[in-house]
Each structure stands twice: as C-alpha cells, then as structure tokens.
C-alpha cells in the first residue's frame, strides 16, 4: 500500500488523532498562557517569586517528557489528564520568562510617567504595560507552542490523544506492512499541525500588536 | 480637589525628610519652602542633591518619610495618592509617552480617568495641540514614535496640563533635545505660563534655565538643604555664599542683563538714530550689548531713542535695586 492509500484508507483515525493533537496542545497552552503570564506578573514585582517560578520551569524542561509522562501515571492516569498537565507544566518557561523580560524590559519612563499621571497600578498593568509587553510574551507562546506538538508525540506513551499512536503504533511493528506509512503518517501530520499553529500566531501577532507599536518614524 | 481648580495654589512643604533605609544620610534632610501660588519655582541643584527626590514627594511617587506637604491647605498625605495624582500635571526629561497611543489618546487619558465627557476630551485636545504649537489635524492621530523629539516634549507639556491641573511638577522637561530646540520650547514655555498661572516646580541643573523661567529659584545642595531661594535678579546681585556663586559662575552680570529688557531702561537720548544696529523693546539687554559688541559700536537704536553702553552698564552697575524692579 503506497503511502497516499494508506493516509486515504485511514484517514478518520488519522484525522481524529490529529484533532485531538492540536486540542491537546491548545489546552495545554492556555493553561500555561494563565499561570505563565500570572507568574510572570508577579515575578515582575517580586525578585524572588521570579527566581523560584523561573528554577522551576527550567527545571521541569531537564526532565525527559518519558519520565515525567511515566511519573504522572500514579497521580493523574493515564490518558488526556497526565498529556495535558505535562504539557502544560513544559510550556511554562517560555511564557514566564518572556513576560517578566517584556515588563521589565518596558521603557522606566512611560511605567513613571503613567503612575504620576495616577493610574491606579492594575489599570497601568492592564492598560499600558501588558499591551507594550503583548509582543514579547507572543513570542514566548509561540515557542512554547512549537516545542509541545512535539513532545504531545509522546503523550501516545501514556495512553494520552494525539498522533503520537500513529508513530508508536509504526514503530512497535516496524518492518510489518504499513509500519512505516504509519510512523510517517503521524510524523508529517505533527509538522503539518505547527505549521498551521505558527501561521495561526502571524495572524494574532499581526491583529493584536498594538499600531502604535508597528508604525516606522 | 484643591481649592481654587485651574490656577495656581499655594505649596507648602514643612520638615519635609526622606531618609532611604540603609543610606547613612537622609535624600532630603528637613526641607522647609513655601511655593507662592501661580509662581514657577525652580530648583536647581547638581545631580544627586535630592532636588528631584523632594518634587517627587510632591506627587508621592516617593513617600516621605516625615514632614508634611500641603497643596492649596490640603494635607497631601492623607489624600489618596492615585487620586492626588490626577489634579497636578506630571512632565518628565524622557517625557514617558505611551507608544501605543496616540498623541489625542494620550494627552486625553487623564481627562478621562476623570470622566470627562468624550467631546469635551477632543476639544481639549484640540486646545492643548494648539497650545503647544502642533497643528490638531497633523497631530491629533500620530503615534509618539511619529514624532520628532521636540515634539514629544511638547506632547509631554500638553499631555501635564490635560485635565488643567492647578499645581505642575516638571522634571528637566526640555533636557532631552538640542539647544535650539529647547530655547524655543524655554520661550514657548515662558509664553504659556503668563497666560496659565500654574504653580509650577521645576526641577533642572541648568542654571541659565532656571533664571530663564523661574520666578524663584531654590538653589540646592546636598540633601535638598536651600543653599539659597530668591528672585532670579536677587541671586545673581547677592548670591548668599560661595557655594550659589559657584553655581552662578563667572558672567553674573551678562546673566542680569539677560534678564532685563530694552524696554526696562530709560534713555536719555530720545532723538532715533537710523544709522545704529536697532532693537526692539523686547529684546534683552545682553542681546543688545552682543550687538553693540559686534558693531564695534557703544550705542544702538531702541524704539525710544538711543542706548549708549554707559546707561547699559549704569543698570547691573552701582545701583542695581533700582534696575531690577523691571518687570520679567
């Protein structure tokens, strides 16, 4: 069977899986969106909630996705519960670094200038600070979202949504008919998906930056 | 919120102190100045003498930590600070504009943190632009990285004076452009307070700036301690110590000049001179000694008359109480 019947002959299973893929990957990273921007806020204020959300977050990426998949298993199961809260958890550090960066990186004098205008702090932080920072934390998002597609590959390891089912299900019979459509199957279907999030976050890139931000001198 | 709403009130600082924790010495050590109503006072010290620490207080943007403040007889401390905040302008060197507003969105953000009507809010934005020399239609829907950085000091003046603040707090407001702009932001500025009559502190290191615009200048040393607050004439004729002449330097007299007007001196000649490099009554009298000088000349023609340099110098020279009852 060439590789085009096969995608054709299982294309619901296929299909389905790579919904789930990016379902998956969405949940995870809005989740992570909440709790990073949250703790990027305030880390911003805090040096010391900055070093500790900062340490853990690099430390959660040391851990190889297998293990921490295979450790969920006790407390949350198997299935989309451990896929989701691993992903979440791995695309936390982006998030909360390139929040705490974009707010700290904000020009001294507009954050002064707003403050002695008497802005109250939460309408300077939702008003002037956030929106000046919105770039950058996209940014963060963005890779966050990338390097998740591909470790959610795994998630298929604990029983969790996604193609990952398609590249074990290849891998484990290799060298059997169908092996090999199957492992590219997933493969291709996991670079077809982060091609689609990354076009997906030009687009909100492009709507959400502020226009006083795009506009040459 | 203060009791007269547009002009200016009066200030009052009293043992004003703000000591940072860990500093051995307090930033400002036991201030004690009244600010005149509708008068630009301007502080001028080198860097680092609490200056800016003390007009900070002001607004609360730095907390005492004794001493109190009035505002029009208001007790600023017990006020809160958000709400404080938005009845006195705010300027700053580096202006502080938020790039992604527009220039309309950001001179109106106060007015509307007030709650001010919208229409209201454009057609005082449309005064403002006005008031500071842009033209409304040009300006109005630029963003500030559209802008020259003259014009976004002059934003920065306009967006202070927004929701007409009766108290002004500006800190080296024209220090971030080049001289010739900033003379004429300086004259613009002089301009625009005869017709407001803000009370204005004005914090800068530039002394020809404070005798520019000042009505009165607190010359500052370490820890905000008043070296010496007087008249700008007052200072430059009888400086109270070294320390002020130093900060004076050595041409006190072309700075008096400076500060005077054709128009303050009575000529004896009233017969015009066509021949002579002229002026006009509103030029200084330095300009017009730069013009003898550069005529090789000692006389020139005023509107009045003739000025010899003899009556120039009769002015900053022996009797100068008299001379410096000119109006600035």
Not at chain 1, 167 to 186: D, K, M
Not at chain 2, 80 to 101: M, S
Request: net charge negative.
């Amino acid at each position: 069977m060439s590789f085009g019947e096969y995608v054709t002959s299982r294309w619901d299973t296929i299909s389905l899986a790579a919904a789930e893929h990016a379902l998956a990957v969405a949940i995870a990273i809005a989740l992570a969106t909440v709790i990073g921007v949250g703790a990027g806020i305030i880390g911003h204020h805090s040096p010391r909630v900055r070093e500790m959300s900062i340490a853990a977050a690099a430390a959660i990426l040391t851990v190889p996705s297998l293990a921490l998949l295979t450790l969920l298993i006790p407390l949350t199961g198997l299935g989309w519960k451990s896929t989701l809260l691993a992903l979440t958890v791995y695309a936390l550090l982006p998030i909360i670094r390139n929040t705490v960066t974009g707010l700290s990186g904000l020009d001294a004098a507009t954050v002064e200038a707003g403050r002695g205008m008497g802005l109250t702090r939460a309408r300077l932080l939702l008003k002037v600070q956030l929106p000046l920072a919105w770039p950058l934390i996209l940014t963060g998002i963005r890779v966050s979202t990338q390097m998740v597609i591909g470790i959610a590959a795994i998630a298929a390891f604990v029983d969790g949504p996604g193609l990952g089912n398609q590249i074990f299900e290849g891998l484990s019979r290799l060298g059997s008919v169908n092996s090999l459509n199957a492992t590219l199957a997933g493969t291709l279907g996991i670079v077809v998906i982060a091609v689609l999030f990354d076009l997906f976050f030009s687009a909100v890139r492009h709507l959400t930056t502020p226009r006083g931000l795009r506009v040459r001198p | 919120m203060f009791d007269r709403d547009t002009e200016g009130v009066r200030i009052e600082l009293r043992a004003l102190t703000k000591h940072y924790p860990g500093q051995p010495a307090p930033a400002v050590d036991n201030v004690t100045m009244d600010i005149p109503a509708g008068e630009l006072v301007v502080f001028v010290g080198p860097s680092g003498c609490g200056k800016t620490t003390t007009m900070k207080m002001i607004n609360r943007l730095v907390e005492p930590t004794s001493g109190e403040i009035r505002i029009g007889g208001q007790d600023v401390l017990s006020l809160d600070p958000d709400e404080l905040r938005r009845h006195i302008g705010y300027a700053i060197q580096q202006v502080g504009l938020f790039p992604h507003l527009t220039v309309a969105q950001n001179i109106g953000l106060v007015p509307k943190l007030l709650g001010w009507p919208q229409a209201k809010i454009d057609d005082r934005v449309e005064e403002l632009l006005a008031l500071v020399s842009l033209e409304p239609s040009t300006f109005r829907g630029r963003y500030p990285r559209q802008l020259s950085g003259g014009q976004q000091q002059r934003i920065g003046v306009a967006r202070a004076l927004a929701a007409d603040p009766p108290v002004m707090l500006m800190d080296e407001p024209f220090g971030a452009t080049d001289p010739i702009t900033r003379e004429h932001l300086q004259n613009e500025f002089v301009r625009l307070q005869r017709q407001l009559h803000k009370t204005i502190i004005f914090v800068t290191h530039d002394f020809e700036e404070a005798i520019k615009l000042g009505d009165r200048i607190a010359v500052l040393r370490e820890g905000s301690h008043i070296a010496q607050y007087d008249t700008p004439a007052a200072i430059l004729d009888a400086p109270a110590d070294d320390y002020v002449a130093g900060f004076i330097g050595q041409d006190a007299t072309l700075k008096r000049l400076a500060l005077m007007r054709v128009a303050d001196v009575p000529v004896t000649d009233t017969i015009p001179d066509p021949a002579l490099p002229q002026v006009s009554a509103d030029t200084t009298l330095r300009e017009a000694l730069d013009l003898m000088l550069a005529h090789g000349t000692d006389r020139c023609g005023t509107p009045t008359g003739v000025l010899s340099y003899a009556e120039l110098c009769a002015v900053v020279g022996p009797r100068p109480e008299e001379a410096m009852t000119g109006d600035r």
